[in-house]
């Protein structure tokens, strides 16, 4: 081999291994600061709330303006014309900070409706700093861009979709739309055919507009009107899509799974044994333990392919996640077998079962016999070198010693002190 290729082959072993401890670390901060119960969804929550109260806080003072929107019948253009920072000619960036504030409480919850409507919120954020007569705010506009980014990488961690959670952010998505809505029409009224100068007339433009119905009695004829029924067209449709998704998606999904899966029951799991991993080692230990009659877990990372068998007890996901762990019965285990085929996900897979119960069994299969030195210090309660038995074998065979049982199994299962 050349010396470019010594090099290659060097540098990507060392990659390799620096990644792996790169993850390492990582792995031990996430379980020891208990990250998985409050990153990402805690931080971001704080920050969208923050990027609200920032656009909310430069009009508290026209509050007052708002304490007389029942007494005055010019309320809501008195309202209106309190704000400090005009987005598009009336309508107001703050209506957007609102709806921020109230949206980081869903995100608070792992709301999946609430994560799209902050998506839209924060990219309306940053587009309303370019629209004509706006008072640009660089700082607000480029932690927006940025809060957008890191809700994108997030997105993951917003997947919850209860009917719940769904009806009620839909419930408020669609107020705060036609509040939005109402206000804008109310205050640029003379710049329709004919003018809304009422409130009646306001919400019904709003409705009309938000459901694209468009009757035509009532037209914008200036572009600030033109752009602000645009806006109102958009986030309507929006809205209503998204509200739609999160309050029937739950009932679909449940129903679809009664009719895919009639025999699927809830497993109880007490004192069992969680197999980790889709190799042949993990099905053929998953098989011996139920043929002896012990109750065993499965953990694979993805559904095994259409037509093959899966296990009775099947659990899908990433095995160093908590909450996959704790679908998989970890508090009540009697032991965890990590035998995937990567020695590294088997080490992280025992430091979450480690941290999720510190009282359960962990038993760690390696595949590659320079791992022994590695896996001990994830201190898992046994580790299987199943390659030292494979040399220890074959070394007694061909040098005609005895083959000892007793140490076979030594090198097989080797305890950890």
Do not use: C
Not at 61 to 74: C, D, Q, T
Not at 183 to 198: C, H, N, V
Not at 276 to 304: E, H, S, Y
Request: proline share 5%; glycine share 8%.
């Amino acid at each position: 081999m050349s010396g470019s290729s010594h090099r290659t082959a060097f540098g990507g072993r060392f990659a390799l291994g620096f990644s792996s401890r790169v993850r390492m670390i990582w792995t031990r901060i996430y379980r020891s600061l208990r990250m998985q119960a409050w990153f990402p969804h805690v931080p971001l929550a704080l920050a969208v709330g923050l990027a609200g109260l920032v656009q909310v806080w430069p009009s508290l003072g026209s509050l007052r303006e708002a304490a007389s929107f029942f007494s005055a019948p010019r309320g809501v253009i008195d309202l209106s014309r309190g704000f400090d920072a005009l987005a598009i000619h009336g309508v107001s960036q703050e209506l957007v900070g609102a709806l921020l504030v109230v949206l980081s409480l869903g995100l608070l919850l792992h709301s999946r409706l609430a994560w799209v409507l902050t998506l839209l919120m924060t990219a309306a954020t940053v587009g309303l700093q370019f629209m004509p007569h706006a008072q640009p705010l660089p700082a607000v506009a480029v932690y927006s861009a940025v809060l957008l980014v890191l809700l994108v990488l997030a997105r993951g961690s917003f997947q919850r979709a209860s009917l719940a959670s769904g009806t009620l952010f839909a419930l408020i998505g669609v107020l705060l739309t036609m509040g939005y809505g109402v206000l804008g029409s109310y205050t640029l009224g003379q710049e329709f055919t004919p003018p809304i100068a009422d409130f009646a007339s306001a919400l019904y433009f709003t409705v009309a507009t938000m459901s694209t119905v468009g009757y035509g009695d009532i037209v914008p004829h200036t572009a600030h009107a033109r752009l602000f029924t645009v806006s109102l067209i958009i986030l309507g449709l929006a809205v209503f899509a998204t509200s739609l998704t999160a309050i029937a998606g739950p009932l679909i999904n449940q129903r679809m799974i009664n009719l895919l899966q009639p025999r699927k029951k809830r497993m109880k799991r007490n004192d069992h044994v969680i197999v980790i991993g889709n190799t042949p080692l993990a099905r053929n230990t998953l098989k011996a333990l139920t043929d002896r009659g012990l109750q065993a877990t499965a953990i694979w990372p993805a559904r095994a392919p259409e037509g093959a068998d899966e296990p009775e007890d099947l659990v899908i996901g990433d095995p160093s996640d908590s909450d996959v762990l704790e679908n998989a019965g970890i508090a009540t285990a009697r032991a965890v077998l990590a035998l995937g085929a990567d020695d590294s996900d088997n080490a992280f897979a025992t430091l979450a079962a480690k941290d999720a119960n510190a009282k359960v069994r962990t038993v760690l299969a390696v595949s590659d016999a320079r791992s022994m030195s590695r896996v001990r210090h994830v201190r898992p309660d046994a580790v299987l070198a199943l390659p030292a038995i494979g040399g220890e074998l074959l070394a007694m065979v061909l040098s005609g010693e005895e083959v000892k049982l007793d140490d076979l199994l030594g090198q097989l299962l080797k305890l950890v002190d």
